[in-house]
């Protein structure tokens, strides 16, 4: 199931990021990727044909890749679910014994998946394959079935669970496949960098010594010159401010400093994967609005990394006086050493293909950079600077030093428990434990539940 690549028809969420034309470029490599797999799976199967069902201008007449084992077809009328029952019934009135539908969003699927695919289909009804936004990549199914797309809301995160429910009502049951991500927006675009192949001209060449310093920002016009302008001078950066939707001036200010500004979902997870993915840099810095980098920041970073550290950080400090703060300070810097965990306003920074052959950070509505410095160390050492970055106390000032440690520990407490992190959000959402509505300090779109050093 694809559209025919046109520039500002395929791919919308994406033309923000890379433009319409962009946009059109990806969806064309992503499908071509998807009838490569296709042929090769059809090729390996002799029991497996491969239709095309398309919607767009004529399949002959555009770049719409190759498959030569594949019948294009146009798709039926009607909303996603009906186009996919359409395709469903005429492949089975057509002799077909199953069917299995994916789009061409998802460059993770492999001839292995779509094996299995076809051995979970002899012991249930429905295959489905999870997708990280709430929908799904595949569906499998032996025989059609109107009902299964009905009350379903696409294109939101509700779709894989309606489907679930449907099939239950249904008395349907059910196989699921890995999860894997859809790419639908820019946070996404990680997956496409970290597979390299097939994406070249799509998104941005590493340019080598260049550093990408990536900035998550959310109404943070107050405190970014300041971070900033220490950068400007450095040669061979480039300085990306991601966004969750500034009202402020954040925006126009980044532009006008001489920054890259790339819209984003927000959320800093979202909003630090979608700067890491559009960076040309050969290494990459992840900062906080309001921290402020030691004048060595640069010659320090390489130093760690020569020493075939898979990523480092800088001491931490907070520029605001008080007993409280200091034992704030020493604690995180301690952790820092004997855990490896630096988390927070720390500065962290790694080589870019590091970066995306880890998988980048999980777009979760909390806890993304705790987990993601956990599974950082299971590829390598990290590194602890002995400069120090300055990060604002704002956050301490404003809700005490206390308090806001006792959140943050709770965070870990229950992270580490196996609470989820959307149930850890909700909860102290609820609880109105922090409020704040910088993205450099909260992972919660629009709730501002903060994660901060303790």
Same mark, same amino acid.
């Given at each position: 199931?694809?559209?025919?690549?046109?520039?500002?028809?395929?791919?919308?969420?994406?033309?923000?990021?890379? @433009?319409?034309?962009?946009?059109?470029?990806?969806?064309?490599?992503?499908?071509?990727?998807?009838?490569?797999?296709?042929?090769?799976?059809?090729?390996?199967?002799?029991?497996?044909?491969?239709?095309?069902?398309?919607?767009?201008?004529?399949?002959?007449?555009?770049?719409?890749?190759?498959?030569?084992?594949?019948?294009?077809?146009?798709?039926?009328?009607?909303?996603?679910?009906?186009?996919?029952?359409?395709?469903?019934?005429?492949?089975?009135?057509?002799?077909?014994?199953?069917?299995?539908?994916?789009?061409?969003?998802?460059?993770?699927?492999?001839?292995?998946?779509?094996?299995?695919?076809?051995?979970?289909?002899?012991?249930?009804?429905?295959?489905?394959?999870?997708?990280?936004?709430? @929908?799904?990549?595949?569906?499998?199914?032996?025989?059609?079935?109107?009902?299964?797309?009905?009350?379903?809301?696409?294109?939101?995160?509700?779709?894989?669970?309606?489907?679930?429910?449907?099939?239950?009502?249904?008395?349907?049951?059910?196989?699921?496949?890995?999860?894997?991500?859809?790419?639908?927006?820019?946070?996404?675009?990680?997956?496409?960098?970290?597979?390299?192949?097939?994406?070249?001209?799509?998104?941005?060449?590493?340019?080598?010594?260049?550093?990408?310093?990536?900035?998550?920002?959310?109404?943070?016009?107050?405190?970014?010159?300041?971070?900033?302008?220490?950068?400007?001078?450095?040669?061979?950066?480039?300085?990306?401010?991601?966004?969750?939707?500034?009202?402020?001036?954040?925006?126009?200010?980044?532009?006008?400093?001489?920054?890259?500004?790339?819209?984003?979902?927000?959320?800093?997870?979202?909003?630090?994967?979608?700067?890491?993915?559009?960076?040309?840099?050969?290494?990459?810095?992840?900062?906080?609005?309001?921290?402020?980098?030691?004048?060595?920041?640069?010659?320090?970073?390489?130093?760690?990394?020569?020493?075939?550290?898979?990523?480092?950080?800088?001491?931490?400090?907070?520029?605001?006086?008080?007993?409280?703060?200091?034992?704030?300070?020493?604690?995180?810097?301690?952790?820092?050493?004997?855990?490896?965990?630096?988390?927070?306003?720390?500065?962290?920074?790694?080589?870019?293909?590091?970066?995306?052959?880890?998988?980048?950070?999980?777009?979760?509505?909390?806890?993304?950079?705790?987990?993601?410095?956990?599974?950082?160390?299971?590829?390598?050492?990290?590194?602890i600077a002995t400069s120090t970055a300055l990060t604002s106390g704002r956050r301490w000032k404003r809700l005490g030093a206390v308090t806001t440690t006792l959140t943050n520990q709770a965070c870990v407490a229950m992270y580490c428990c196996g609470v989820s992190p959307e149930r850890i959000s909700r909860l102290y959402t609820g609880n109105r434990v922090v409020r704040d509505t910088a993205a450099t300090e909260t992972s919660v779109p629009g709730a501002g539940v903060s994660f901060q050093d303790s």
């Open positions: 199931m694809t559209r025919i690549p046109k520039a500002g028809r395929v791919k919308t969420r994406l033309i923000p990021a890379l @433009g319409a034309e962009g946009a059109a470029k990806l969806h064309a490599a992503l499908l071509a990727n998807t009838l490569r797999l296709a042929e090769r799976h059809s090729s390996q199967r002799s029991d497996v044909d491969v239709d095309v069902r398309f919607t767009g201008q004529n399949s002959e007449s555009s770049d719409a890749g190759h498959c030569s084992k594949a019948v294009w077809l146009e798709q039926h009328e009607g909303d996603l679910g009906e186009r996919m029952h359409g395709a469903i019934s005429t492949a089975i009135d057509e002799g077909a014994q199953a069917v299995t539908v994916i789009g061409t969003d998802c460059p993770q699927l492999s001839t292995e998946t779509l094996d299995r695919t076809w051995n979970l289909l002899e012991q249930h009804d429905v295959v489905l394959g999870p997708a990280d936004d709430g @929908g799904y990549y595949l569906l499998a199914v032996k025989q059609p079935d109107a009902r299964l797309f009905e009350r379903v809301t696409w294109g939101t995160g509700q779709v894989l669970g309606q489907t679930l429910d449907r099939c239950r009502e249904l008395g349907k049951s059910v196989g699921l496949l890995p999860p894997l991500s859809d790419i639908d927006v820019a946070e996404n675009l990680i997956v496409c960098r970290r597979i390299g192949s097939g994406f070249e001209g799509c998104l941005p060449e590493v340019h080598p010594g260049l550093l990408s310093v990536v900035i998550p920002t959310l109404n943070e016009a107050a405190q970014l010159a300041a971070t900033v302008r220490p950068l400007l001078s450095e040669p061979e950066c480039e300085i990306i401010i991601a966004d969750g939707g500034s009202t402020d001036g954040t925006t126009e200010l980044a532009r006008e400093l001489g920054c890259r500004v790339v819209k984003a979902n927000r959320g800093r997870g979202k909003q630090l994967n979608a700067g890491a993915a559009l960076a040309r840099g050969e290494s990459l810095l992840f900062l906080h609005a309001d921290t402020q980098l030691p004048a060595s920041f640069r010659s320090e970073m390489q130093s760690i990394l020569d020493t075939g550290a898979i990523a480092g950080a800088f001491r931490f400090r907070i520029d605001q006086p008080g007993w409280p703060l200091r034992c704030i300070e020493f604690g995180t810097n301690l952790r820092t050493r004997l855990l490896q965990l630096p988390y927070g306003d720390q500065g962290l920074f790694l080589r870019s293909r590091d970066f995306f052959r880890i998988g980048g950070f999980r777009n979760w509505p909390i806890m993304e950079d705790f987990e993601f410095c956990r599974r950082l160390k299971t590829a390598g050492r990290i590194a």
